[in-house]
């Protein structure tokens, strides 16, 4: 069921909290009913239309994973388009990295234990890349600002994480050829060289995306910093496509010596993991490992096989109506209301 509401309407939302504010998208965790959630705004006009909108309405419909975050619903208000999605993580990927010791303080545990931890977001990932492609879709946007965790209670345990924004996203008409032509959006540090010279992209350049996150998680499980590692390949700019024999040197580098902060399985692990990464970003596409190949090397953990994350209450039952704005939007564009195109400019 579609829901719309008029440009001077109350959403039925409330407990707005921002997260990410810019001039294309504006992201705040909201509690809806007793659930909270993640609304993700963005504005439609002639460059951005409302069926271009609803391509990530459509991709999480079918999307449901354990490692993928869930559609909850969206509306249409004025000209802007709202999606709900859970959980509302703690933290995405790059920020996690960006500060190793606050993010163990936050955890509670020791950083060296958070660097063992770390081993198990690689099967988790895959996992999800996997099923993403096994889905006949493609991401085109993975990174670590893409990549959601949430830490729930205080151990390693409730370490969950979500793959997120599929707003690029594009379908697989043709099971046995993946490629996009055309002009696609991209995220320049961490696309494929066939994607920054403007070719066509298929499967492999999401492999090569995802290798270059696996690179900054082993960066980190060595104790290094993301930001050491972007100052080393900063010679022709910081993508990982444009110094690739930089990036390539530096993970050879990486020391993974058993010590006190790594353990002789995270050692070993990482030394496989490495090998892996190095396979992932090849420069030819053709020579990149499949998903399902990468299965193999990060066979999925228990928690991959999980049903999608539920929606758990955060405040005890109220008696009072429901809003009805948790239903989902229907995939088919066709019959949702359009914006108002008056006020588009």
């Excluded at 707005?16 to 609304?39: H, L, M, S």
């Excluded at 951005?48 to 991709?59: D, N, Q, S, W």
């Amino acid at each position: 069921m579609n829901v719309e509401f008029g440009k001077e309407e109350a959403v039925p939302l409330s407990n707005a909290t921002d997260i990410v504010i810019n001039a294309k998208v504006q992201v705040q965790a909201v509690t809806c009913g007793r659930i909270r959630v993640c609304r993700k705004t963005q504005v439609c006009h002639r460059r951005f239309t409302p069926a271009e909108a609803l391509e990530e309405v459509r991709h999480l419909q079918v999307l449901k994973h354990s490692h993928i975050v869930r559609l909850v619903g969206g509306y249409y208000q004025d000209i802007f388009l709202s999606i709900l999605t859970c959980p509302v993580a703690d933290v995405d990927l790059s920020q996690f990295m960006k500060d190793m010791p606050r993010s163990a303080e936050n955890i509670g545990m020791p950083v060296q234990q958070l660097r063992e931890v770390m081993q198990s977001f690689f099967p988790c990932l895959c996992a999800a890349t996997a099923f993403i492609h096994l889905s006949q879709i493609k991401h085109m946007d993975i990174k670590p600002a893409n990549i959601l965790i949430s830490i729930g209670s205080r151990n390693s345990s409730s370490i969950h994480l979500f793959m997120t924004d599929f707003g690029i996203s594009r379908i697989i008409r043709d099971p046995e050829q993946s490629q996009t032509d055309g002009a696609t959006g991209r995220a320049e540090m961490y696309c494929s060289p066939e994607v920054a010279d403007g070719e066509p992209r298929g499967r492999a350049s999401d492999i090569f995306s995802l290798g270059c996150v696996f690179a900054e998680i082993l960066t980190s499980i060595a104790g290094q910093t993301v930001q050491g590692f972007r100052n080393r390949r900063a010679d022709d700019g910081v993508g990982f496509h444009s110094n690739l024999s930089l990036v390539v040197k530096w993970i050879e580098e990486l020391d993974f010596e058993e010590g006190p902060s790594i353990s002789p399985t995270t050692c070993q692990s990482s030394i496989v993991c490495r090998k892996t990464t190095l396979d992932m970003i090849n420069w030819d596409s053709n020579e990149r490992p499949t998903a399902w190949q990468l299965l193999e090397t990060f066979p999925p953990r228990p928690c991959c096989k999980q049903s999608p994350v539920p929606l758990e209450p955060v405040f005890p039952r109220v008696p009072e109506e429901e809003p009805d704005i948790i239903l989902s939007l229907s995939p088919s564009p066709a019959i949702l209301p359009t914006p108002h195109t008056s006020s588009r400019k």
